[in-house]
């Protein structure tokens, strides 16, 4: 567990590193920030221990009959023309590690720092959640205000505002009359899209074909954790650390200082 902690914090704060060997032409040779030399590091490692946990399944001992396959079972098992090379199915792997995981949870920490500070907002999430566990077909309950919460936080603190959005040219073109040349990273400042008009509309995740894949899963996750959060609690802010909004922009946009707050369970929730 200690060798994953520190090959997940490493690739995140690489992630999170602004390269300027990749801007600045005069740079392209050197490594002034060691990044690639730690990537480098890096790349190996990771490949080793995902390796591992490959060979583990193929070579160790069988498992129970009953037991339900998990997702390296499934990678495993695919024949034929869906069969995946080794290097690729170590990527996916590892893919399913490393991404998402600090994205759900940022963004978690967003919905409840701005349900403490709203103490309007939280009430009416609580009659929401209560009015659900009273329905019969709670479990398919749509709960859209929780869902508007979710909605209005991304758009105040996208956890990618930047990222989500980069693109490479392939080639020289003309953009809006401007030459960009092959090779330019473009990357569109989300909080610069308007509100209103023909941009009215929610992308926090990217946009086109190489738009976020688990965008399902991470509104799915962060609105079943925000529902059991909100239903069991009541947050308020604590008097000795306020709630900070300051934001500062890692591999995702974080708060600047982790949420502090009180909890309190509600006594008269009802149960879901």
């Known amino acids: ?51 591992r946990i490959m060979d583990e399944r193929r070579f160790g001992p069988a498992r129970h009959p009953d037991t339900a396959p998990d997702f390296v079972d499934v990678l495993l098992s695919l024949q034929d023309h869906e069969q995946l090379l080794d290097e690729d199915m170590r990527a996916v792997l590892w893919e399913m590690i490393f991404r998402g995981t600090d994205t759900v949870a940022v ?26 566990a009273t329905d019969h077909h709670h479990h398919h309950f749509p709960l859209p205000y929780l869902q508007a919460i979710i909605k209005e936080t991304l758009r105040l603190h ?3 505002p930047l990222l989500s959005w980069a693109r490479l040219a392939t080639s020289d073109t003309v953009l809006s009359g401007r030459h960009v040349p092959e090779g330019t990273t473009a990357v569109v400042n989300m909080w610069a899209i308007a509100l209103f008009g023909s941009d009215l509309r929610l992308a926090p995740f990217g946009s086109g074909r190489r738009s976020c894949p688990g965008k399902a899963l991470a509104m799915a996750a962060v609105g079943s954790w925000a529902a059991a959060l ?3 609690f009541e947050w308020a802010p604590t008097p000795a650390a306020p709630v900070d909004l300051s934001e500062v922009m890692r591999l995702s946009l974080e708060m600047a200082a982790p949420l502090a707050v009180e909890l309190r369970p509600r006594p008269t929730k009802k149960c879901i």
């Open 107 to 132: 963004l978690l920490e967003w919905v409840l720092a701005r349900a403490t500070l709203h103490r309007g907002v939280q009430v009416r999430a609580h009659a929401e959640l209560d009015s659900a």
């Open 230 to 232: 909100l239903h069991e």
């Open 158 to 160: 996208p956890p990618g």
């Open 1 to 51: 567990m200690q060798e994953l902690r520190f090959m997940v914090d490493e690739g995140y704060q690489l992630l999170g590193t602004l390269n300027w060997s990749d801007h600045l032409p005069a740079l392209a040779g050197l490594d002034p920030q060691r990044v690639r030399s730690r990537c480098a590091r890096l790349v190996p490692r990771v490949n080793r221990f995902v390796g």
